[in-house]
């Protein structure tokens, strides 16, 4: 009979699998899995948001699309990031509003704010601005490039 | 839903620090929220002053899963809607903080004073020019209108 397991997609998404440190990817089963197996172990696939308050699955994103996030994932990785350790300078997270632990895995935005790297990751994926100051990231980071 | 999904802690801390610290003309029933984190309905005095002085009313804020990524969904209810240029008849506020500029930065006590802000800088009571038409038309989720995003002539 036909085969019963479709494929999810038959789009080139290697540039948006390829980001599993921002957005993990589903791993591809390897070799067919039973129909039982099939059903149990079917992950949806990752959401991203082209813009703040769209949300679109990796299959119903447009070429277009795939781009703008590749590109954001890509810059993303560019941003330093580190360890909170204690400094009163910074306190808070203003995305969750939680207060820095030590050891806290930050990420510092060219403008200077500082985030969970877990909550500012999140927003990046929507928008590249700077949540408490709105510069977009992008410009931010090639005006930093040019002084430097 | 979890107990300890990012947006319930968040909202969670939002409302202790409401409680602690409301802003002026700011009051809330914290036992109602405690009920449902995701529907919030906040009490907003006029400001004194202002042509709303003397004047009370209602803002619901609706959260989703993904705040604070996902703006709230905020709208006036109840029988006092305020006569304002950027207010609809049915409640709907078109203030772009609440769609194209909201940051995850603002909270619901960040939206409570731009909404008392836009109502005392307000010179003339009176309802947006295209109040009937839109009441008739739009969605009732007011994040829905499109038309908003390019609306910055009022």
């Known amino acids: 009979m036909g085969n019963c397991l479709k494929r999810s997609t038959t789009d080139d998404i290697s540039l948006l699998r390829g980001s599993d ?16 197996e099939a059903l149990s172990v079917q992950v949806p696939p990752p959401l991203y948001h082209p813009s703040p308050s769209v949300t679109r699955s990796v299959t119903q994103l447009t070429e277009e699309e795939q781009i703008k996030i590749a ?22 997270c203003v995305i969750c509003m939680g207060e820095f632990m030590v050891g806290d895995a930050l990420r510092y935005l060219p403008c200077m704010h500082t985030y969970h790297m877990t909550c500012i990751d999140d927003w990046l994926m929507r928008s590249l601005t700077c949540p408490s100051c709105m510069e977009p990231v992008d410009a931010a980071l090639l005006t930093s490039y040019e002084t430097n | 839903m979890t107990e300890r999904s990012p947006s319930k802690r968040r909202l969670h801390r939002e409302l202790l620090s409401l409680i602690k610290e409301p802003p002026p003309g700011v009051s809330l029933d914290a036992e109602q929220i405690e009920q449902n984190l995701f529907l919030w309905t906040i009490h907003l005095e006029g400001a004194e002053r202002t042509l709303y002085e003397g004047e009370s009313f209602q803002l619901q804020f609706k959260f989703s899963d993904n705040y604070p990524f996902d703006s709230p969904e905020v709208i006036f209810t109840g029988e006092h809607i305020p006569i304002h240029p950027h ?50 038309t739009c969605n009732k989720n007011p994040k829905k209108t499109k038309w908003w995003y390019h609306d910055d002539s009022v």
């Not at chain 2, 619901?108 to 020019?129: A, D, H, N, T, Y």
Request: with cysteine; net charge positive; hydrophobic share 30%.
């Open chain 1, 21 to 36: 440190s921002i957005r993990e990817a589903s791993s591809d089963p390897v070799g067919l899995p039973s129909y039982q």
């Open chain 1, 71 to 92: 590109k954001r994932i890509g810059l993303i990785q560019h941003l330093p990031t580190g360890k909170y350790d204690g400094c009163k300078k910074i306190r808070e």
């Open chain 2, 87 to 136: 207010v609809y008849s049915n409640g709907h506020i078109c203030l772009s903080i609440l769609t194209d500029d909201w940051s995850p930065a603002l909270s619901v006590q960040s939206v409570c004073l731009s909404i008392v802000s836009m109502l005392s800088s307000c010179k003339e009571k009176q309802r947006p020019p295209d109040n009937a038409f839109y009441v008739k």
